[in-house]
């Protein structure tokens, strides 16, 4: 990445610090570290490449040098958001799509932190946290986006199809403007978190509204139904056969297969 340029495009915005770096192990590392060590609000740590991204429950997220974003947002949540956190993975996630829309693209969210474009995931977001004492004291937002087709890793290391922006749009996609344009979202979106046009925008982007899905829940357990939308928390509502309706806070979403 051409660390001048970015830095260039970031100034446009009320970022509380960048850290850049060629290659890291994983930018979401750094930034808990930082945050641990006193970083300020909207401080953000960017890579080229991550030698041992991570995605949830210990999967690997890859990031091959000069084809992806990989970047890591640091919020410190303020009073009147923290009831609202379990919020947040869909702030990134909305952010994420608007970039997107702004370049033509019509992407959907895979419930709880995928985006997809034309079915496949071309980002993914890890949300953790800092804590001090009972309370969140700082939260890490990871984002994962594929813009060059050289980001897709091979099929066979994947759980669901990937895909990158390239694929949509031609190789001349700036990453420091797809980069900017997702602060930016984020900033933008921020203070409706605890709105309920907010749920409504989400539940609105959701991917397979409406549809049979099965969700594999942390635990391994599975619960099959129709995807009705999202609960206040930002939890997956369900209705199972025949008729209840219960919520899912934890999983992975995948369309039930047919028959
Ligand atoms: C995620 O987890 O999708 C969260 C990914 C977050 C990555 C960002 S990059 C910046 C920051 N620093 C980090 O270390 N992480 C964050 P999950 O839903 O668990 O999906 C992980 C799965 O996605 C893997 O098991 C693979 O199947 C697949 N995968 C890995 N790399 C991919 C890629 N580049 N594109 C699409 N799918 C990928």
New binding site residues.
């Given amino acids: 990445m051409n660390q001048s340029e970015l830095r260039r495009v970031l100034s446009k915005l009320p970022l509380g610090g960048i850290r850049y770096f060629d290659s890291i192990g ?4 750094e930034a808990l570290a930082w945050a641990t060590s006193g970083a300020r609000d909207l401080s953000v740590v960017i890579a080229d490449e ?1 030698t ?6 210990d ?5 091959p040098k000069g084809t ?1 974003l ?3 947002l640091i919020l410190r949540p303020l009073r009147e958001e923290k009831p609202h956190l379990t919020r947040i993975v869909g702030l990134a996630a909305l952010a994420v799509a608007d970039s997107l829309r702004t370049r033509g693209l019509v992407s959907q969210i895979k419930w709880p ?2 985006v997809l474009l034309n079915g496949s ?1 071309v980002a ?3 949300v953790e946290s800092v804590w001090s004492g009972e309370e969140v004291d700082c939260l890490v937002i ?3 986006l ?1 813009v060059l087709r050289g ?3 091979s099929p066979e ?4 199809p ?1 895909t990158s922006l390239e694929q949509s749009l031609g190789p001349a996609v700036e990453r420091e403007e797809v980069l900017h344009d997702i602060l930016a979202g984020i900033i933008a979106i921020r203070p409706h978190l605890s709105s309920a046009s907010f749920i409504a925008s989400w539940e609105k982007a959701l991917a397979f509204r409406g549809e049979q899905v099965q969700v594999e829940q942390g635990d391994g357990s599975l619960i099959t139904g129709k995807l009705l939308g999202l609960e206040l928390d930002g939890g997956l509502r369900v209705s199972q056969e025949p008729n209840t309706p219960m919520a899912v806070r934890f999983g ?1 979403v995948r369309l039930r297969p047919l028959g």
């Fill in positions: 994983s930018t979401n590392n991550q041992a991204g991570r995605g949830r429950l999967r690997k997220w890859f990031t992806a990989a970047f890591s932190n995928d995931k993914g977001i890890l990871g984002i994962g594929n980001a897709v890793p290391l994947l759980l669901f990937a992975d």
